[in-house]
């Protein structure tokens, strides 16, 4: 994205200023409700919910603002903000199934959608098969006559697999078929799949957007029209709103994005090259990288990759893990990402649980997350940590 554009976006757009006595920042439009001078001007503004200011449920001042930064962020007409990600993940799939309906979805997508897709949506007689988002034949050849969905996750959370998402839009075109993707690992300033024909790129705002950890959020972007059905049907009518105040707080966030990703990207950078020379790592899942198998890729629709990847650990057994991660001190034990700490979330902390179900993932596979700390200071922990492991 042009960098003018981007800071035209992230400073000014949406923001009337004159309306609200030249404040700088927007204010926070703690109302619920909003009045009509005359019947026929409620008469008249009520047939749309959306553009027109009648209800926070539907439309909030505040919110506005936000919605036109982020679907401008992702070359979108517009954009809907939810209570949380994955509350824009489900509105974004019920809006388009139906009672026989069937979705094809990248395999190990995010753990709350899997079970959207594979728990909840079946009790509605909608089904969902699962592929490897790598192979193109593979996601063509699971499209059936009853295929609404073409869902994606490029990349994936855990695993970091990619998919053309060039391809998965033509061959959703071909069929028919809404294509969406949840966009929160890149954000808007690596990667726009809408840029690359995908229909609806869905975040949870939680992670990079926000960026401060004090905000769970959701967004769904893209053309009028499916965001206008949207809107008709799963948001105003479920109603998993934002509040106006969170929606100022994600404006805030907003205004350092770029310079956040370009700081965990850079110093991913760094931790990974550090990482592929340790004689304890075994594998590196982060595709921007020159020895992925799906660099080429990688760099072909991605203009960088922020600092979140996983490792593959040589270790003996999930003790040898814990102690490693309980080593770390600059590295929080936590589930999330985005924000300005670092996090490191390992997979033996899901297998061995109160419930005796095992994570599929290996006990030896530990996430990090790359926060805003010097680069230097984390790879010296890591270095320090790992002598935990065996060499
Ligand atoms: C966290 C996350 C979500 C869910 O977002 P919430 O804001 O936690 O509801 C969805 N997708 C991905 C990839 C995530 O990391």
């Known amino acids: 994205m042009a960098e003018q554009n981007l800071s035209y976006i992230l400073n000014h757009l949406g923001e009337d200023r004159d309306s609200y006595f030249q404040a700088v920042s927007p204010p926070v439009i703690q109302s619920s409700n909003f009045y009509f001078k005359t019947v026929d001007d409620l008469r008249q503004d009520i047939s749309d919910e959306l553009a027109n200011r ?211 990207y850079q110093s991913a950078l760094k931790i990974v090259e550090f990482l592929h020379q340790q004689s304890r790592v075994l594998q590196v899942n982060y595709p921007f990288h020159a020895q992925h198998p799906q660099y080429d890729l990688a760099v072909r629709q991605m203009e960088g990759q922020p600092g979140l990847f996983s490792v593959l650990f040589k270790a003996n057994s999930i003790n040898e893990m814990e102690d490693f991660v309980h080593r770390l001190n600059y590295f929080l034990i936590a589930v999330s990402w985005g924000g300005h700490e670092s996090l490191v979330m390992p997979v033996c902390a899901f297998h061995g649980g109160p419930t005796g179900q095992d994570s599929p993932l290996p006990w030896n596979l530990v996430r990090f997350y790359i926060g805003l700390e010097d680069p230097e200071l984390l790879i010296e922990d890591i270095r320090q940590a790992m002598e935990a492991l065996p060499a």
Request: proline share 4%; aromatic share 8%.
């Open 54 to 264: 009648i209800y926070t449920r539907g439309n909030n001042p505040t919110t506005e603002i936000l919605r036109k930064k982020l679907a401008a962020l992702e070359s979108a007409e517009d954009a809907l903000v939810f209570a949380s990600g994955i509350a824009a993940v489900a509105a974004a799939v019920l809006a388009f199934v139906k009672q026989g309906a069937h979705i094809v979805s990248v395999g190990s997508v995010y753990s709350w959608t899997t079970r959207l897709f594979k728990e909840y949506l079946p009790r509605f007689g909608v089904e969902t098969s699962f592929v490897d988002g790598r192979d193109l034949v593979k996601i063509e050849e699971a499209i059936r006559p009853e295929t609404s969905i073409l869902y994606l996750e490029s990349p994936t959370t855990m695993l970091f697999e990619l998919q053309d998402l060039r391809s998965c839009a033509m061959i959703a075109r071909k069929h028919g078929l809404i294509s969406m993707i949840d966009n929160s690992c890149c954000s808007p300033i690596y990667q726009r799949p809408i840029e690359l024909g995908i229909n609806l790129s869905i975040h949870s705002v939680t992670k990079f957007l926000n960026g401060h950890s004090d905000v769970v959020m959701g967004a769904v972007c893209g053309s009028k029209e499916l965001i206008n059905h949207i809107f008709n049907t799963e948001f105003i009518n479920i109603g998993g709103i934002v509040s106006p105040h969170d929606a100022a707080l994600v404006i805030r966030g907003l205004r350092t994005l770029p310079l956040r990703v370009d700081r965990s």
